[in-house]
């Protein structure tokens, strides 16, 4: 399974972007998929995440009502659209893959296998 993010860019705080997260390979239906984020000096933390099967969605604290994860299993693709962005939203963002998904350890970033290689979000103040 491979990953590729993309959407990434500048925006003042208040501006809206929207990542994609094309996935290769078949078996799309079959993954739960997340997206996390690092800014310099932190950890990776998790932003969202969507299930496989009945799409449930769960998001950080930091970011519920600005952003929403969707998914489109025809194009293979996981979207985050982000709102409402503000300065401390900047990171690499990435997307990533995991099979299942068991809703206690849906925000669990070891639990992911598939990662991509991140976009970059900046947002000035």
């Known amino acids: 399974v491979q990953l590729q993010a993309s959407g990434g860019g500048s925006v003042q705080a208040g501006g809206s972007l929207r990542l994609s997260c094309a996935v290769s390979?078949?078996?799309?239906?079959?993954?739960?998929m997340g997206w996390f984020r690092q800014a310099p000096g932190k950890e990776r933390e998790f932003v969202a995440v969507?299930?496989?099967?009945?799409?449930?969605?769960l998001y950080a604290d930091s970011v519920k009502g600005r952003f929403t994860v969707s998914r489109d299993n025809a194009k293979n693709t996981v979207y985050l659209q982000m709102n409402s962005l503000k300065p401390e939203d900047t990171a690499v963002y990435h997307c990533?893959?995991?099979?299942?998904?068991?809703?206690?350890?849906?925000?669990?970033?070891?639990?992911?296998?598939?990662w991509g290689q991140g976009t970059q979000v900046t947002v000035s103040s």
């Open positions: 990533a893959a995991r099979l299942g998904g068991i809703l206690s350890t849906l925000k669990e970033k070891s639990y992911f296998g598939y």
């Open positions: 390979g078949r078996t799309f239906r079959s993954y739960s």
């Open positions: 969507i299930r496989l099967n009945d799409y449930t969605t």
